[in-house]
């Protein structure tokens, strides 16, 4: 998979790690895909010691692995060891969000909220998967932005690999409509100024993120392995 053309201008490193990252995350690029470091250099227009120190970045954040067949890299596999931690981590963060947005929302942000749940509702109808993955992230991220804390979205925002489930859970499963009737249960708690049932709706709806990554790895088990499977990734 080529990088986009608007990004083919001799870039840097963070840029290409930016690029690939977001690419992996989205799932364009899946676990086992390899990594060339030339095809990608003259991809990119760039060195390849450039590319090589973004995909060093990719293997610390255990978004990149070593190939066992190949010398080289390849799209890491999802480590299932991270994402427990991962999950509690912005469960913790997200259901303190939503206490704090039902005490605080102005009618404005409710109403932004609510054109936020219609917007993933417009993206359901025409099964716009990657439309849809946007504008549930922009949900979260408004969330943070009526607590009054959006600096907590920045730290919620480090969960590549849930990304990664998340999204994966969309293009196997395909379902949209449950995510959006907890989103949309949440608006209305909000707005009735009832945190401690939003906070529940919050808890229900992460939790639905965890049983959908156990389904994952029965369904589909070559995406995901066990960190002590694999040598070092560098």
């Not at 799932?27 to 590319?51: D, F, I, W």
């Not at 692995?65 to 913790?92: C, T, W």
Request: aromatic share 4%.
């Amino acid at each position: 998979m080529k990088p986009t053309p608007s990004r083919l201008w001799h870039p840097d490193s963070r840029t290409i790690h930016r690029d690939l990252r977001n690419a992996i995350v989205s799932l364009r690029r899946r676990p086992g895909e390899t990594l060339a470091e030339r095809s990608l250099a003259e991809a990119y227009g760039a060195s390849r010691p450039k590319v090589r120190q973004a995909i060093d970045r990719l293997a610390d954040e255990q978004l990149a692995e070593r190939h066992p067949q190949h010398r080289g890299m390849r799209v890491a596999r999802i480590p299932l060891r991270a994402l427990p931690e991962a999950g509690e981590m912005r469960k913790a963060l997200e259901i303190r969000v939503v206490r704090y947005a039902a005490r605080r929302a102005t009618p404005d942000q409710i109403e932004r909220l609510r054109a936020s749940v219609e917007r993933q509702r417009a993206c359901e109808t025409v099964g716009d998967v990657d439309g849809f993955h946007a504008a549930d992230e922009a949900f979260h991220s408004l969330l943070s932005e009526v607590a009054g804390h959006p600096g907590f979205w920045d730290t919620v925002e480090r969960k590549a690999q849930i990304d990664r489930c998340r999204r994966l859970g969309l293009l196997v499963f395909g379902s949209m409509g449950p995510a959006i009737d907890e989103h949309d249960a949440m608006v209305a708690a909000i707005a009735a100024r009832e945190p401690d049932r939003a906070a529940a709706l919050m808890a229900t709806h992460l939790d639905g993120v965890a049983g959908t990554i156990a389904t994952l790895r029965r369904v589909v088990p070559c995406y995901f392995y066990e960190p002590d499977d694999l040598p070092s990734s560098r």
